[in-house]
């Protein structure tokens, strides 16, 4: 397993952009598929953006064309920039970490919320 600390959370204005930043420690980072989930209150954990090993991306619906996750395996991070950010975004975000016959490894969470 990995262990991941999460940053970048914050109070953002509807329309603006926030850069959340994980950040691995462990060996074989670049093996790993990462991820960004996220939960908002009385919901249930979703998938929000995922990242493979060679680099292949997926996004939820409700977040393509404005959210961007991308890895630097030199550094053993993941990001994942968000744009024109809406009041339903509101959530806490996690990032996760998943190996083929490990426990997933998940971060503590860091807090977005989107309000004027």
């Known amino acids: 397993q990995v262990h991941l600390v999460e940053s970048g959370g914050g109070l953002v204005q509807p329309g603006g952009s926030l850069r959340l930043s994980c950040a691995a420690s462990?060996?074989?980072?670049?093996?790993?598929?990462m991820g960004w989930y996220r939960q908002a209150p009385g919901k249930q954990r979703e998938l929000v953006a995922s990242?493979?090993?060679?680099?292949?991306?997926n996004y939820a619906d409700s977040v393509k064309g404005r959210f961007t996750i991308s890895r630097d395996n030199a550094k053993n991070t993941v990001a994942l920039q968000m744009n024109s950010l809406k009041p339903e975004d509101t959530a806490a975000y996690y990032c996760?970490?998943?190996?083929?016959?490990?426990?997933?490894?998940w971060g503590q969470g860091t807090q977005v919320t989107v309000s004027s």
């Open positions: 996760n970490a998943k190996y083929p016959g490990r426990l997933d490894s």
């Open positions: 462990g060996s074989s980072f670049n093996a790993y598929a």
């Open positions: 990242i493979t090993a060679s680099g292949r991306t």
